[in-house]
């Protein structure tokens, strides 16, 4: 079966240091993508960055960078520069084939400290 | 801008009294999702249109039902609202593109409240 783990429930980060969150999945695809996507006290949710399992090349979006492991099965997002406005509840997600559903991982609610 | 919006963003029923939350789309994706979500949970998704197409997961109450009478338009009816069904309601919208390319497009929501 298909599976998304985020194991840190919570983060939390100062204003202007750079944070990592953490996501590994579970597939026997080989095709795939993999995506982040953030979701604001309220405000709804949002695609952050996203990766094709085909591609070595990690995805990167201004100050979102994921680190892509294929073999360890591990996507992991790392904010740059944090604002106040990145904090967010993000989530992991996995997509493959012709399934158009996408597997979530639980969430990790991300604080930024002024 | 082309978009997706949930009317009404909040929305406060009756335990037992019938209610239907809308979404509507400007985007011309071929795929809608209706997720439920409680407070700091992922979402869960309830069913989903492929066009006309419906499909309900299997662990989807029949108490939920969902109609889509054109490309813009979906409704989530929910027959009987129990307590348990107060939640936040996410409408999304895809384009059905290959290999898992499956970019969703959220609407803000609507809360449901069950008193």
């Known amino acids: 079966a298909q599976t998304v783990t985020q194991s840190q429930p919570e983060m939390s980060v100062q204003e202007a240091e750079t944070v990592t969150l953490s996501c590994t999945y579970d597939t026997s695809e080989s095709d795939y993508y993999l995506f982040w996507y953030k979701q604001p006290p309220s405000r709804q949710m949002i695609l952050v960055i996203r990766?094709?399992?085909?591609k070595q090349q990690n995805a990167t979006e201004n100050r979102f960078s994921v680190n892509f492991q294929k073999a360890a099965k591990s996507f992991s997002l790392k904010i740059s520069d944090s604002q106040l406005g990145d904090a967010a509840m993000y989530f992991c997600a996995y997509s493959a084939g012709n399934n158009r559903k996408l597997i979530w991982g639980l969430g990790t609610s991300l604080a930024v400290n002024p | 801008d082309a978009m997706v919006i949930q009317n009404p963003r909040y929305q406060v029923t009756q335990f037992g009294k019938p209610v239907t939350l809308s979404c509507s789309q400007t985007?011309?994706?071929?795929?809608m999702y209706w997720y439920q979500q409680k407070s700091s949970q992922a979402p869960k998704l309830l069913f989903h249109?492929?066009?006309?197409?419906?499909?309900n997961e299997a662990d989807t109450p029949d108490n939920f039902q969902s109609r889509r009478p054109n490309t813009s338009f979906c409704f989530l009816d929910i027959r009987s609202p129990g307590l348990g069904d107060a939640a936040m309601y996410l409408c999304?919208?895809?384009?059905?593109?290959?290999?898992?390319?499956?970019?969703?497009?959220f609407g803000a929501g609507t809360r449901l409240s069950v008193l």
């Open positions: 249109y492929y066009d006309k197409d419906f499909n």
């Open positions: 999304a919208t895809s384009r059905d593109l290959r290999g898992g390319e499956n970019i969703q497009y």
């Open positions: 990766q094709e399992a085909y």
């Open positions: 985007l011309n994706h071929n795929v």
